[in-house]
């Protein structure tokens, strides 16, 4: 496939959902519930409610919505730490668009920027080493955020700086990795979980190896997808194929970007410039050990919160919005007390609804405030 219309074929995409239908009975044969398959990815959420591969699924699969946006699950304590560095004096902080709207305790980036905080949004982090080189009587933060899949350009971008001497750039890292993530999926008692789709883009770096853990120790088939709507179909008959064939393994759909052995250049710039922490705060999740990264003593000099005073405060979530229920799979966006009321992409109350990889900025945006009730009420003895 070359054009990006191949990969939206509405009769592909029925071929593939009717193999799925003709297996399933066999899967569901000796089940009492639903079969729940959890997207990691953000970006995965989106297209099913985009192109509305929910519908074309049968009864007896429910897509449980996971907590790979890295911006939907960052604390609040953070973003009070980003607009805190944000208002020292001489400092321009840069960071990605979706970042901005994300409620603080107090205030958003955006609100900070607003206040009088020079606050930019980038595309990329050598956007904010340019203006890091164009303005050397600043202090240049880049807010880093996000999995695997953007910590290469990340490491990179202060390798360069290292190399130019910019000793104004520094970095406010909150990298977050997933392998950790799928273990504290996998082992809370809420969750019952029976298989995975991987997120393409992370195993664009870290290759198949790190999801191994799933299929052999959890025994739960794990399944790397592209971002397409094919991809997710026939990631989905993938895992259906698994379940049917009694096999528990990793596989990779998406062989045309992500390579079995992942980027080896990619994971050598993230082994020099960041090392694990012993543990790291998930909105929704708690405290999950070395899920995030920091950077390496060597590099303390480009490391904000080496450089700066911040407050690193933990503060808990606003009560009314069930953001923590949502990550973890346990509620859909819409069961949440104020989806759609007050919390809405105009005026956000909790983060799922301001990123654009969030589940509940997907169910909003896509109208899909309807449960299911075909898939949440199926019984196999039916």
């Given at each position: 496939?070359?054009?990006?219309?191949?990969?939206r074929d509405p009769d592909?995409?029925?071929?593939?959902?009717?193999?799925?239908r003709?297996?399933?009975?066999?899967?569901?044969?000796?089940?009492?519930?639903?079969?729940q398959?959890m997207?990691?990815?953000?970006?995965?959420?989106?297209?099913?409610?985009?192109?509305?591969?929910e519908?074309?699924?049968?009864?007896?699969?429910?897509?449980?919505?996971?907590?790979?946006?890295?911006?939907?699950?960052?604390p609040?304590?953070?973003?009070?730490?980003?607009?805190?560095?944000?208002?020292?004096?001489?400092?321009?902080?840069?960071?990605?668009?979706?970042?901005m709207?994300?409620?603080?305790s107090?205030?958003?980036?955006?609100?900070?920027?607003?206040?009088?905080?020079?606050i930019r949004?980038?595309?990329s982090?050598?956007?904010?080493?340019?203006?890091?080189?164009?303005?050397?009587?600043?202090?240049?933060?880049?807010?880093?955020?996000g999995?695997?899949t953007?910590?290469p350009?990340?490491a990179?971008?202060?390798?360069q700086?290292?190399?130019?001497?910019?000793?104004?750039?520094?970095?406010?890292?909150?990298?977050?990795?997933?392998?950790?993530?799928?273990?504290?999926?996998l082992?809370?008692?809420?969750?019952?979980?029976?298989?995975?789709?991987?997120?393409?883009?992370?195993?664009?770096?870290?290759?198949?190896?790190?999801?191994?853990?799933?299929?052999?120790?959890y025994?739960?088939?794990?399944?790397?997808?592209?971002?397409e709507?094919?991809?997710?179909?026939?990631?989905?008959?993938?895992?259906?194929?698994?379940?049917?064939?009694s096999?528990?393994?990793?596989?990779?759909?998406?062989?045309?970007?992500?390579?079995?052995?992942?980027?080896?250049?990619?994971?050598?710039?993230?082994?020099?410039?960041?090392?694990?922490?012993?543990?790291?705060?998930?909105?929704?999740?708690?405290?999950?050990?070395?899920?995030?990264?920091?950077?390496?003593p060597?590099?303390?000099?480009?490391?904000?919160?080496?450089?700066?005073?911040?407050?690193?405060?933990?503060?808990?979530d606003?009560?009314?919005?069930?953001?923590?229920?949502v990550?973890?799979?346990?509620i859909?966006?819409?069961?949440?007390?104020?989806?759609?009321?007050?919390?809405?992409?105009?005026?956000?109350?909790?983060?799922?609804?301001?990123s654009?990889?969030?589940?509940?900025?997907?169910?909003?945006?896509?109208?899909?405030?309807?449960p299911?009730?075909?898939?949440?009420?199926?019984?196999?003895?039916?």
């Amino acid at each position: 496939m070359k054009l990006v219309d191949e990969f939206r074929d509405p009769d592909k995409a029925q071929a593939l959902a009717t193999h799925i239908r003709e297996v399933l009975p066999k899967v569901m044969a000796d089940r009492r519930r639903t079969l729940q398959i959890m997207e990691f990815c953000g970006g995965h959420t989106h297209t099913i409610f985009k192109f509305g591969l929910e519908e074309l699924l049968p009864e007896g699969i429910e897509l449980v919505h996971g907590p790979g946006c890295p911006v939907c699950v960052l604390p609040m304590g953070r973003i009070d730490d980003a607009i805190a560095i944000a208002h020292q004096p001489n400092v321009i902080f840069t960071t990605f668009g979706d970042a901005m709207r994300v409620p603080g305790s107090r205030q958003s980036l955006l609100q900070a920027k607003a206040d009088g905080a020079d606050i930019r949004m980038v595309y990329s982090p050598t956007d904010a080493l340019a203006l890091a080189r164009q303005h050397p009587e600043k202090r240049v933060v880049f807010f880093a955020l996000g999995f695997e899949t953007t910590m290469p350009s990340t490491a990179l971008t202060v390798l360069q700086a290292e190399k130019e001497g910019l000793g104004n750039f520094s970095l406010f890292c909150n990298h977050i990795t997933t392998v950790p993530t799928i273990k504290a999926v996998l082992d809370s008692p809420a969750m019952q979980i029976d298989g995975f789709i991987a997120p393409g883009h992370v195993s664009m770096v870290v290759g198949e190896q790190p999801f191994q853990f799933v299929a052999g120790h959890y025994n739960k088939p794990i399944v790397i997808a592209g971002f397409e709507p094919l991809d997710i179909l026939q990631a989905l008959s993938m895992l259906i194929d698994q379940f049917a064939e009694s096999r528990c393994e990793v596989a990779n759909q998406y062989t045309r970007v992500a390579p079995p052995e992942g980027n080896p250049a990619g994971l050598a710039a993230i082994h020099k410039v960041f090392e694990l922490r012993e543990f790291f705060e998930w909105r929704g999740l708690g405290s999950i050990d070395h899920s995030g990264v920091k950077m390496r003593p060597a590099f303390a000099q480009f490391d904000a919160e080496c450089i700066f005073d911040v407050p690193n405060v933990r503060i808990a979530d606003p009560k009314s919005a069930q953001c923590g229920e949502v990550v973890k799979g346990v509620i859909k966006p819409w069961e949440c007390k104020v989806f759609g009321k007050a919390c809405t992409p105009q005026t956000p109350v909790g983060a799922l609804m301001v990123s654009s990889e969030g589940a509940c900025a997907a169910y909003y945006n896509y109208g899909k405030h309807i449960p299911r009730v075909d898939a949440l009420r199926f019984d196999a003895t039916e």
